[in-house]
């Protein structure tokens, strides 16, 4: 029972949270919304994973091929029986479907992502951590977009038809004075934040990152490449002494370039957005109306343009992430990072590891959907218009 268990533990987890929603939805309008956007989401990760290792099929030869051509560059002769012999033993003399079948079931069964031909092992082995590093770094040039764009973007929105000057002949000079010395600052803040975010759909994350490693040569600096400096890469975090503050300083010294690099592009795409939503919100007959009411300065901005403007970025959360995935690659490489996606470029153009990609951009897959099911049931139960849209009450 025990061995059963462990073999299909992934299976029951799906199973489990289907059962809950599935009773839950019985006596709730909300909970039958969830339940049916978990069954979307299921079907469209199968769905997603037919396309992907379909895809993979596209490649040109195959691992036992890549296999069987690297023993003929050690000397050995290699004939068509031998790559016959290793299609046979790796399983790739079968039909697609097959194939595709029994990879779903194993990932379905027990979160089983195939077996890696270039690196002879598991692919969950051969990911280890790089996933996650690739997760984290995603996830974190996520926020730092988020964190700039959205305060950024309110601003400028929200100077976009401000003067430069106070010519109000109710405050005193001095009044005057001061509050043309805000808009002057706040209208400079503005200009600039419209510039950066030009440059940011305009420049290329790759030509950033070499742009920021030649800063570092010219200034004689050691470059930001990599995660650690060649002196802390073999240190332990935790030794004898304690923790390792230095390893964490160095780290951090090097973290920062593809947090910034990859985010560059979201920060400036997603602050064009806010601002347009908060601009087209403010000019809505229900702001007129509130300032009618009285209603001035933050108090109107944050309780009607802003308010109603923030809902539609977490509809956005899923393809920031996969533009942001998209971009690190190349960043990848630039910077000399060995996560996911460096190992995605390797196994597509280099060793034609079908498994090992294929697994890769399902996992990518997985996330993006699983940020959208999720964003999906918040705005569902925090936002009345959604809820009144898909639950007609």
Same mark, same amino acid.
């Given at each position: 029972?025990?061995?059963?268990?462990?073999?299909?533990?992934?299976?029951?987890?799906?199973?489990?949270?289907?059962?809950?929603?599935?009773?839950?939805?019985?006596?709730?309008?909300?909970?039958?919304?969830?339940?049916?956007?978990?069954?979307?989401?299921?079907?469209?990760?199968?769905?997603?994973?037919?396309?992907?290792?379909?895809?993979?099929?596209?490649?040109?030869?195959?691992?036992?091929?890549?296999?069987?051509?690297?023993?003929?560059?050690?000397?050995?002769?290699? /004939?068509?029986?031998?790559?016959?012999?290793?299609?046979?033993?790796?399983?790739?003399?079968?039909?697609?479907?097959?194939?595709?079948?029994?990879?779903?079931?194993? *990932?379905?069964?027990?979160?089983?992502?195939?077996?890696?031909?270039?690196?002879?092992?598991?692919?969950?082995?051969?990911?280890?951590?790089?996933?996650?590093?690739?997760?984290?770094?995603?996830?974190?040039?996520?926020?730092?977009?988020?964190?700039?764009?959205?305060?950024?973007?309110?601003?400028?929105?929200?100077?976009?038809?401000?003067?430069?000057?106070?010519?109000?002949?109710?405050?005193?000079?001095?009044?005057?004075?001061?509050?043309?010395?805000?808009?002057?600052?706040?209208?400079?803040?503005?200009?600039?934040?419209?510039?950066?975010?030009? *440059?940011?759909?305009?420049?290329?994350?790759?030509?950033?990152?070499?742009?920021?490693?030649?800063?570092?040569?010219?200034?004689?600096?050691?470059?930001?490449?990599?995660?650690?400096?060649?002196?802390?890469? /073999?240190?332990?975090?935790?030794?004898?002494?304690?923790?390792?503050?230095?390893?964490?300083?160095?780290?951090?010294?090097?973290?920062?370039?593809?947090?910034?690099?990859?985010?560059?592009?979201?920060?400036?795409?997603?602050?064009?957005?806010?601002?347009?939503?908060?601009?087209?919100?403010?000019?809505?007959?229900?702001?007129?109306?509130?300032?009618?009411?009285?209603?001035?300065?933050?108090?109107?901005?944050?309780?009607?343009?802003?308010?109603?403007?923030?809902?539609?970025?977490?509809?956005?959360?899923?393809?920031?992430?996969?533009?942001?995935?998209?971009?690190?690659?190349?960043?990848?490489?630039?910077?000399?990072?060995?996560?996911?996606?460096?190992?995605?470029?390797?196994?597509?153009?280099?060793?034609?590891?079908?498994? *090992?990609?294929?697994?890769?951009?399902?996992?990518?897959?997985?996330?993006?959907?699983?940020?959208?099911?999720?964003?999906?049931?918040?705005?569902?139960?925090?936002?009345?218009?959604?809820?009144?849209?898909?639950?007609?009450?």
């Amino acid at each position: 029972m025990t061995d059963f268990l462990a073999n299909t533990w992934l299976l029951w987890i799906l199973l489990s949270v289907a059962a809950v929603l599935f009773w839950r939805s019985r006596s709730s309008q909300y909970f039958q919304y969830v339940f049916n956007r978990y069954l979307l989401a299921l079907l469209t990760l199968l769905i997603v994973s037919g396309i992907v290792f379909s895809l993979m099929e596209v490649l040109p030869g195959d691992c036992a091929e890549k296999y069987i051509a690297y023993k003929n560059t050690q000397g050995e002769t290699i /004939t068509q029986a031998d790559i016959d012999a290793e299609r046979a033993r790796m399983g790739l003399d079968r039909s697609l479907a097959v194939r595709w079948g029994s990879w779903v079931t194993d *990932l379905t069964l027990r979160g089983d992502l195939g077996f890696s031909c270039a690196k002879r092992q598991s692919v969950n082995l051969a990911l280890g951590e790089r996933f996650w590093m690739s997760l984290g770094f995603c996830l974190a040039g996520l926020l730092f977009a988020y964190l700039i764009a959205v305060p950024f973007g309110i601003l400028s929105a929200y100077m976009i038809n401000k003067p430069w000057v106070d010519t109000n002949p109710q405050h005193s000079p001095r009044e005057r004075a001061f509050n043309t010395l805000g808009l002057v600052v706040n209208k400079v803040l503005d200009l600039v934040l419209r510039v950066v975010s030009y *440059l940011g759909l305009a420049l290329p994350n790759f030509l950033l990152a070499l742009t920021i490693i030649l800063l570092y040569v010219f200034a004689g600096e050691p470059m930001p490449t990599g995660l650690y400096s060649e002196q802390w890469r /073999t240190v332990p975090w935790f030794s004898d002494e304690g923790f390792s503050f230095g390893k964490l300083n160095d780290f951090l010294g090097h973290i920062w370039l593809p947090i910034f690099v990859i985010g560059w592009s979201a920060t400036a795409l997603q602050l064009q957005t806010v601002r347009a939503l908060v601009v087209d919100e403010s000019n809505k007959l229900y702001v007129d109306a509130a300032r009618a009411r009285g209603v001035q300065g933050v108090a109107l901005w944050a309780g009607y343009p802003v308010r109603h403007s923030i809902s539609p970025l977490f509809n956005s959360v899923g393809f920031d992430f996969q533009r942001i995935f998209n971009d690190l690659p190349i960043v990848a490489m630039v910077i000399g990072l060995t996560d996911a996606a460096a190992l995605l470029i390797e196994a597509l153009s280099m060793t034609n590891d079908q498994e *090992l990609a294929a697994a890769i951009l399902f996992l990518v897959a997985l996330v993006v959907i699983s940020m959208n099911f999720v964003t999906d049931i918040v705005l569902a139960a925090i936002d009345p218009r959604v809820r009144k849209s898909v639950l007609g009450s």
